[in-house]
């Protein structure tokens, strides 16, 4: 469904499986920034972990979509699943751009750590002409670090009148935000399940289904 003239969040990841970490910050991000909907895209091929084994697409885009199946504002893309190669976000959003019209403003939602790193991202500088950033500020980072990530990025920016906003040159804005802290990892989650022990609260219900049902995640 197209939605011309919408703020859209964007969530990426490998989602394997996604929990409720991920879900959480989607939750609180559309309300905080005013967001019509977020786009909860897996990861097809993910350039970070070509070295490491990663469930089938097919399973990780139908756990996403159990996940969100009762969120109003939440809507699952299987975008990255229809390219061959890497799932490089830059290719990602100018399809999305082709997709929403010009009309519409992206909001890409991501962690401090990885923020620091989109250095490494494919045609990084691109990515600041075609989306706003929502960096969720992890425990221990301040102000003063996102303004040391822009400078090292040769970004060219002025402070919004939100404290913690800042406006490029390019039309865009980076806002860095807090979101609730639920210290809720992919990684554990496969180690619980090949243990044999419970994920219980860590992913909703219908995804601890999916994964017993298939039998993800056993080693």
């Known amino acids: 469904?197209?939605?011309?003239?919408?703020?859209?969040?964007?969530?990426?990841?490998?989602?394997?499986?996604?929990?409720?970490?991920?879900?959480?910050?989607?939750?609180?991000?559309?309300?905080?920034?005013?967001?019509?909907?977020?786009?909860?895209?897996?990861?097809?091929?993910?350039?970070?972990k070509t070295q490491e084994p990663v469930t089938p697409f097919i399973h990780r885009l139908e756990?996403?979509?159990?996940a969100a199946a009762s969120s109003p504002v939440m809507e699952v893309s299987d975008i990255e699943g229809?390219?061959?190669?890497?799932?490089?976000?830059?290719?990602?959003?100018?399809?999305?751009?082709?997709?929403?019209?010009?009309?519409?403003?992206f909001f890409f939602i991501?962690?401090?750590?990885?923020f620091e790193e989109i250095h490494t991202w494919k045609d990084y500088p691109g990515l600041f002409s075609l989306t706003n950033f929502i960096v969720i500020q992890r425990p221990g980072f301040e102000y003063q670090g996102l303004d040391s990530v822009l400078t090292n990025l040769r970004?060219?920016?002025?402070k919004g009148k939100s404290e913690k906003a800042y406006l490029l040159n390019t039309g865009k804005r980076v806002f860095l935000m807090k979101a609730t802290n639920m210290e809720?990892?992919?990684?554990?989650?496969?180690?619980?399940?090949?243990?044999?022990?419970?994920?219980?609260?860590?992913?909703?219900?219908?995804?601890?289904?999916?994964?017993?049902?298939?039998?993800l995640y056993r080693g």
Do not use: N
């Open 82 to 105: 229809k390219r061959d190669g890497p799932s490089y976000s830059i290719e990602t959003l100018k399809e999305l751009e082709q997709v929403y019209g010009p009309g519409s403003e």
């Open 1 to 48: 469904m197209k939605t011309r003239g919408s703020r859209i969040g964007i969530l990426g990841g490998t989602f394997d499986p996604i929990h409720l970490g991920h879900l959480r910050t989607a939750e609180e991000m559309a309300y905080e920034m005013e967001l019509q909907k977020i786009l909860l895209i897996p990861a097809a091929i993910p350039p970070h």
């Open 155 to 158: 970004l060219k920016y002025e």
């Open 110 to 114: 991501l962690g401090t750590d990885a």
């Open 184 to 215: 809720i990892s992919s990684t554990r989650i496969r180690a619980l399940v090949k243990s044999g022990r419970s994920i219980r609260f860590l992913v909703p219900e219908a995804v601890i289904h999916y994964i017993e049902d298939m039998r």
């Open 63 to 66: 756990m996403t979509r159990l």
